[in-house]
């Protein structure tokens, strides 16, 4: 019968559509691969340790209008970007005149707030590469896809960049949630650790680590080797007394006097330090944060310091950046003051500036204030990048020499055991006499913070310089705009620390605010 | 566990089958079936035996002839589009008369999986059908429906051609879920497009007990669209055509070139007087068009021998009315509904195809128009062809300036192919020996493809490589998508009069598979002269993207005596959205209807005639909204501009996604009271429903606690939202006579959105930022967030501060909110109203004199606030010069005075509540012309007629709330031709 073999066909094709049913709800994206993979060969592990240090290099690892973090403007949510805007433009050296942006007149006048976006995207940047360390070491624990000895390298370099983030956290907001390799994704919320702990943390990290890093200078450029473990232990100990009350001077001493024995000289021309090949010829920079117009893309970094000072009337091209010139990042007057009354008559190398207008006298007038030109996209030649336009190929030295010398100078006037004043006076002279200015006959504290302002500007130190010197939110020491004055005003002494951001606050429940926040 | 209930419906269903019924001696039955007022004969009716599988059709005389068992007593006569009629066998010979329903979506209503006699209906429903569509040019469904459906909030995506609308059903039921309502086209779940000329009724389903039949994908409400199908008897055929002129009606108030001349003497050195031109340019009219537009549409109808046909074609070629915008589109579509074995097996086969081609404009033009310097004309040679463009001191272009507007469009040639093609098979079996059980097997597939490349003139402005020799010029990249939908739905549908208890049972089982995959191919970028743009290869050729759901669904309406109905509904979906311990969840609804008019007390209210009581109370759930992948942990490789160096090779770096293992169903549950009334034999109707919605396990991105993700926001199944609402939809034949008929439809509905949750519930938590709907003016600015207490997106802002003499408001004064004696970001920031309206009304009239017909749509939205993100932007006296260039200010200027931007000062939030016509018609029907062979009917309409608002900007509809760059929606006058013959 025609009908009922009709009927007995569709019963056949339910059945056998009915028998596969569930397996269908079993869907695998493309493009993608599995843990297992990327550690199963050589190859993947390294371009996973490419993430641990790209997550400071990169806003994503897709597009530069994409970000690895959320709740911030993605070419706004870069490492560099956000760490430079917490500690030069709340201080005497720079002022961001974008005040229409979220959070930035509040860091230009220390009025911040625990819901300031800019210091909730720096909190979870430098988390966000903590994590993805904690990822690598959780999943390298026992690879045998790399030669051993190269796998316990790649570890600790992946452990060094956490504690690096580590000492971000400590510095700028004391005491955030602490997660290591055991934290799994997903999880129960972590436990606050406090400065103090968090001090001892970092310190027995980069100890434990120092052995097994290769040795200074014998790494590929870009890597961590055993030198910046100790230029960070140096930095670390020199501001031990802010983190914990407990002074480490000559602690400091001794890990910078470490780092200066460790071969690396002062690069004979101050400028091209700051220019675009600067991954050449460069005997002076420890560590630095890699960028290429090319190949490392980001709105931040770099590109965000040399196209923020650079705007279209100061001719772009000869930045190296045609396409380029945002004009958002000014001086405030006490750094060319540093140079003298005026800074084109400066002898010194390093008063890299541009413009007459010293005053501001608007925070959000893009003509006023001087420009700084210390960083660059051209390169040391005169030559601009291939295809250069708007992204630089500047790498930013997060570990250089010159600090080093300058640590040793302060840790030995601050009365750090074994570190000589006569010692401590040669090292800041060798700085000035790479920039052919006058050496100083004696060195004094303040000396060593003006250098610091002189050598170090733009290269995000100054705000805890101004911390360590007591000088940051107190009168002792004023400057145009310093919490919202014209001329400056004092700021209460809870601005010293940030506050730990207010989405981490009610997100996770184990955290308690820094005081006054 | 799955596999074992497959196994059951399999078992269930052989059982069926196998058995056989008996059969026994017959009579022969002779007789005919005619129109009870017109007398003529129907052809295709359906006899059948009650009680029995003995049935026949009448032929094209409306004579039938059937053998029946010697014991039945009773035919039942049905045709389409008149009410059933059961006939005792009182002789040899019988005749039947049928009454035709008014229309035939009068007494039947469509609802999931099936269609219902609107008395047992127990949800709140609304039936659209062609006589309550909005007419003129009309591309689209939901232009059809706009301020006629009551709760349906339908706000156009702007005025381009094809830009669609976004519409809401009752509020907000997600945060990040999808909040679009489930499309389904002659019970095809895709959300294909569908020629309005095509369509016979839009039935919208709002309550969750109507939508819980479609589960998971129901939150926000279900719109069944259901075609038209062919007639009985001899091809008719429908032609109609029409023309019509979109013009823009209101342009950003910005400063002409005088008053912008002043501004920049008055205010700004040589410097940059000297950049002042001397035209005058009214940019808004320059990049604007008046949008010529026409649409044709032809369809047949009728039925050849055996096969009931509707086959329809239309051509449509849209101007938008930013120049160089333009869409055209042919469309065709076919239905097939033939039956077979004397209708034991009846299918329908639907076929919808469309084929588009659209040049796309530049939409950056419209933005960039409202800026530009309106003292500059519009051409000259600056090296980016004969247009003239912001160039630095050096001659070289300034990368900071804004585009010149004309440039934009007319350096832009952006074609794309648009091909989509979807249909259904659906074979509907009676059983011969249980004519009351019908298998039902239903599929459909869904095909699409976009092709188009974008191609950028050598001398746009907008694409050189701003590299020291400019190396590459002009653009010219390619795009490729497609998407395969399908489904299968196997039904068991089962009803049964069993008039002895006075009781009609329809039960229905049914399963589900959907499957939705698109597919993509990535293209590096070239320019001009075909060199590579640097760094535009792709990491990966193409991408995927595939989802899967399979349901079981069950109903059962059960209804007593006409009176009381129940319907009670089941679902249970497994997605491939979730991991497999979360992928299924279950969806059940249940409904009761009282039939208050047909109870004995009420028998005698004669001035009442109709009044019915409707409960329900139903869980739906959602997984639209939420990537695919999203519970699944991966690593993939970064892009090519996203690497590291190490020594002197660039690695691409393995980046762990983010991912949230235990994600699951977002779900709302919704109860749903209403009442129908009808008065004075139904000449004044209508329906009041209030509900309340409760979603949990709320999709929300949150805040997670720094550290546990690879990211620090992320999606996930956390917080409640509420929504509260009422509805009422009135009807009034005002007028029924001969020569004068008018009636008039009135709705309104109101509803009020809550987080209650989220992942804290702590008042002064600000919650998380929707970063769809971000602020221009300003980078990483958001206006709107969803926080607790708060209805979604609301605007999180200052509060200015005015000055008491002048009223105007005070640049950068805000009150001190926390009373802290500083104003301070975030902590002095408060919800200030939200971009959703409160209140919408709708009222439309229809107005007959003999053969003149007016109509018009009027539609007001309440309540809702709008950002005026144009005002915030170029309000301002200090941007107006700025890096070697010029822009030009809103008019806005002169009533703030501000300096610098306000962008966050809840001075630019806006009531936005507006009256609107939408909708304004003549219609002349000159009846039968050309010796009686074809209907002729003329119609003159205008759409967009009016707009009365306090909004300042340039119009208060705006689907975000945030107002930039929106394309505005034109007026538009029509002229159409309809022939019938």
Not at chain 1, 32 to 45: L, M, N
Not at chain 1, 447 to 463: A, M, Q, S, T, V
Not at chain 2, 332 to 348: C, G, H, I, N, R
Request: hydrophobic share 35%; charged share 15%; net charge negative.
């Amino acid at each position: 019968m025609k009908y009922n073999a009709i009927l007995y066909n569709i019963c056949i094709l339910l059945a056998v559509v009915l028998a596969s049913c569930d397996k269908k709800l079993d869907r695998n994206p493309i493009n993608t691969t599995t843990a297992e993979d990327v550690f199963s060969t050589a190859e993947g592990t390294k371009q996973a340790l490419a993430k641990v240090y790209g997550a400071f290099a990169l806003t994503s690892s897709t597009a530069t209008d994409a970000s690895d973090i959320a709740g911030i403007d993605a070419g706004t949510s870069d490492f560099l970007r956000l760490f430079w805007m917490t500690q030069e433009a709340p201080t005497d050296e720079a002022l961001c005149i974008w005040t229409s942006d979220p959070g930035v007149m509040d860091m230009d006048n220390i009025t911040w707030t625990s819901s300031n976006v800019l210091l909730n995207g720096l909190y979870n940047r430098s988390i966000y590469q903590i994590t993805v360390a904690n990822s690598f070491l959780r999943e390298t624990s026992s690879s045998t896809a790399v030669a051993e000895d190269t796998l316990a390298v790649y570890r600790a370099e992946a452990r060094f960049l956490r504690a690096y983030q580590y000492w971000v956290l400590l510095d700028l907001f004391g005491n955030p949630p602490f997660l290591d390799e055991n934290s799994t994704i997903g999880k129960e919320a972590p436990k606050q650790i406090s400065r103090a702990d968090l001090f001892d943390y970092v310190e027995s990290e980069l100890l434990a680590i120092q052995d097994q890093l290769l040795d200074a200078q014998t790494n590929e450029y870009g890597r961590a080797d055993k030198a910046a473990a100790w230029a960070l232990l140096a930095r670390l100990y020199l501001n031990a007394a802010v983190y914990t009350g407990t002074e480490h001077y000559g602690d400091a001493i001794t890990y910078a006097t470490k780092v200066i024995n460790s071969g690396y000289s002062l690069h004979t021309t101050y400028s091209h330090l700051f220019m675009a090949d600067n991954n050449e010829n460069n005997p002076e920079t420890i560590l630095s944060i890699n960028y290429d117009g090319n190949y490392t893309q980001n709105y931040g970094g770099t590109t965000f310091i040399v196209n923020g000072a650079v705007n279209s009337s100061m001719s772009p091209s000869s930045f190296g950046i045609p396409g380029g010139g945002w004009g958002g990042l000014v001086a405030r007057k006490p750094l060319p003051l540093l140079f003298g009354d005026d800074y084109t008559t400066s002898d010194d190398d390093r008063a890299m500036f541009y413009g007459t207008d010293y005053e501001i006298t608007d925070e959000s007038s893009f003509s006023n204030g001087i420009k700084v030109i210390k960083f660059t996209n051209k390169n040391s030649d005169g030559t601009t990048p291939t295809d250069a336009s708007t992204f630089v190929s500047t790498d930013f030295p997060i570990f250089r020499l010159a600090e080093q010398y300058l640590i040793y100078a302060e840790a030995t006037l601050r009365g750090g055991s074994g570190g000589s004043t006569s010692q401590a006076l040669t090292y800041v002279n060798l700085l000035r006499s790479r920039a052919n200015t006058t050496s100083l006959s004696t060195v004094s504290l303040n000396d060593i913070l003006d250098e610091r302002g002189r050598e170090l500007y733009w290269e995000c130190f100054r705000r805890s310089d101004l911390v360590r010197y007591g000088l940051f939110t107190t009168s002792g020491y004023l400057w145009p705009w310093k919490g919202g004055a014209s001329t400056g005003t004092a700021v209460q002494s809870y601005f010293n620390l940030f506050p730990i951001p207010a989405s981490d606050i009610s997100a996770n429940t184990n955290l308690t605010q820094n005081s006054g926040y | 566990m799955q596999r074992k209930r497959c196994l059951q419906a399999y078992l269930t269903l052989l059982m069926l089958v196998c058995s056989m019924a008996a059969f026994a001696q017959t009579r022969q039955v002779t007789g005919t079936v005619t129109d009870e007022k017109t007398g003529d004969p129907l052809y295709g009716a359906t006899i059948q035996a009650r009680g029995t599988n003995y049935a026949t059709v009448t032929d094209s005389t409306g004579k039938f002839q059937i053998n029946v068992p010697g014991n039945a007593s009773t035919l039942q006569v049905s045709s389409i589009g008149y009410a059933s009629k059961e006939v005792p066998i009182s002789g040899p010979v019988i005749r039947v008369q049928l009454t035709a329903f008014a229309s035939s979506l009068d007494n039947v209503v469509v609802i999931g999986y099936g269609t219902v006699r609107k008395s047992d209906v127990t949800g709140a429903v609304n039936t659209l059908t062609t006589k309550d569509f909005q007419k003129g040019t009309v591309t689209s469904f939901d232009q059809m429906i706009s301020g006629k459906a009551t709760g349906v909030s339908i706000t156009p995506n702007g005025g381009r051609p094809g830009a669609g609308s976004t519409i809401l059903i009752r509020g907000l039921a997600s945060l990040n879920g999808s909040n679009s309502p489930l499309q389904v086209v002659d019970g095809a779940p895709f959300d294909g497009y569908v020629n309005p000329n095509d369509i016979e009724s839009v039935t919208i389903l709002k309550d969750a007990a109507s939508t819980a039949i479609y589960g998971s994908r129901a939150s926000s409400g279900v719109i069944l669209i259901t075609t038209k199908s062919g007639l009985r008897g001899r091809p008719k055929i429908n032609f109609n055509t029409l023309v019509s002129a979109g013009k823009v009606s209101n342009y950003v108030d910005v400063l002409n070139a005088d008053e912008f001349r002043t501004l920049v003497t008055d205010h700004y050195d040589e410097t940059y007087t000297a950049l002042l031109g001397s035209a005058s340019t009214d940019w808004q009219k320059e990049i604007y068009q008046t949008a010529l537009t026409s649409n044709t549409n032809i369809a047949v109808s009728g039925t050849a021998k055996w096969l009931p046909y509707r086959i329809s074609a239309g051509w449509l070629d849209q101007q938008g009315v930013l120049k160089t915008d333009l869409m055209q589109r042919g469309t065709a579509s076919l239905k097939l509904t033939p039956s077979f074995f004397k209708k034991l097996l009846k299918v329908e086969l639907n076929v919808n195809a469309s084929t588009t081609k659209n040049r796309n404009a530049n939409q950056s033009a419209i933005s960039n128009a409202v800026i530009f310097d309106p003292t500059q004309s519009v051409n000259g040679d600056y090296g980016f062809g004969d247009y003239f463009q912001w160039l630095n001191a050096d001659g070289t272009p300034n990368t900071l300036a804004s585009l010149n507007p004309v440039a934009l469009l007319m350096q832009q040639n952006d074609i794309s192919r648009y091909n989509r093609a979807f249909g259904n098979l659906k074979l509907d079996l009676k059983l011969p020996f249980l004519p009351d059980l019908h298998l039902i097997a239903n599929g459909g597939v869904d095909r699409s493809k976009t092709t188009g490349r974008t191609i950028l003139d050598s001398l746009a402005r907008n694409a050189y490589s701003a590299t020291d020799d400019y190396t590459y010029r002009g653009s010219n990249h390619q795009y490729e998508s497609d998407a395969t939908n399908a489904f299968l739905e196997y039904t068991l549908n089962y009803t049964r009069e069993l008039p002895n208890i006075r009781s009609n049972i329809n039960a229905m089982a049914t399963y589900g598979y959907y499957d939705y995959k698109s597919e993509w191919l990535n293209f590096a970028t070239y320019d001009a002269y075909g060199a590579l743009w640097p760094n535009t290869t792709p990491t990966y050729a193409n991408g995927l993207d595939q989802h899967t759901l399979i349901s079981y669904v069950g109903r059962l309406i059960y209804t007593y005596d006409d009176k009381y109905t129940l319907t009670a509904s089941f679902r249970r979906d497994g997605s491939s959205r979730f991991a497999p311990a979360n992928r299924w969840g279950t969806f059940p609804g249940v409904a009761v209807g009282w039939n208050i008019k047909k109870e004995n007390f009420l028998s005698d209210v004669a001035a009442l005639s109709d009044l019915k009581l409707r409960l329900s109370y139903g869980l739906t759930g959602n997984q639209d909204g939420i990537s695919s992948y999203s519970y699944i942990p991966s690593y993939y490789l970064s892009n090519t501009t996203a690497m590291y160096q190490f020594g002197s090779t660039y690695y691409q770096m393995y980046t762990p996604s983010s991912y949230d293992a235990g994600l699951k169903w977002e779900s709302t549950r919704s109860s749903n009271i209403g009442l129908d009334f009808g008065f004075f034999k139904n000449r004044l109707s209508g329906s009041i429903d209030l509900y309340r919605k409760y979603t949990f396990d709320m999709l929300s991105s949150v805040n997670l606690a720094a550290g546990t993700n690879f990211t620090n926001i992320l999606t996930t199944n956390v917080g409640n939202m509420s929504s509260t609402g009422f509805e009422l939809n009135l009807n009034a034949a005002i007028i029924r006579q001969k020569d004068i008929d008018w009636s008039v439809n009135f709705n309104t509905s109101h509803n009020e959105s809550i987080i209650e949750k989220l992942q804290s519930t702590s008042a002064s938590d600000k919650g998380v930022a929707n970063t769809s709907a971000g602020v221009t003016g300003a980078t990483g600015n958001y206006i709107e967030y969803n926080a607790v207490g708060n209805t979604p997106n609301s605007f999180l802002v200052y509060k200015q501060v005015y000055d008491a003499a002048t009223g105007k408001p005070i640049e950068g004064v805000y009150a001190d909110l926390t009373g802290d004696g500083a104003v301070t970001s975030g902590n002095d920031q408060y919800f200030y109203h939200a971009p959703y309206p409160k209140w919408l009304f709708g009222f439309s009239t229809n107005f007959r004199y003999k053969s003149i017909t007016f109509n018009t749509v009027l539609r007001s939205n309440v309540g809702n606030y709008v950002y005026n993100n144009v005002a915030a932007n170029l309000g301002t006296y200090a941007l107006v010069a700025l890096n070697g260039q010029l822009g030009n200010a809103s008019r806005d200027i002169y009533n703030t005075g501000f300096a610098y931007r306000q962008l966050l000062s809840d001075y630019y939030i806006q009531n936005a509540s507006f009256l609107k016509m939408d909708n304004i018609s003549l219609t002349y029907d000159f009846g039968r012309v050309l010796r009686d062979h074809i209907n002729l009917t003329l119609s003159a309409n205008v759409q967009n007629v009016f707009t009365v608002t306090k909004y300042t900007g340039l119009n208060p509809e705006v689907y975000n709330g945030v107002d930039y760059q929106f394309y505005p929606v034109p007026r538009v006058y029509t002229l159409g031709l309809n022939l019938n013959f």
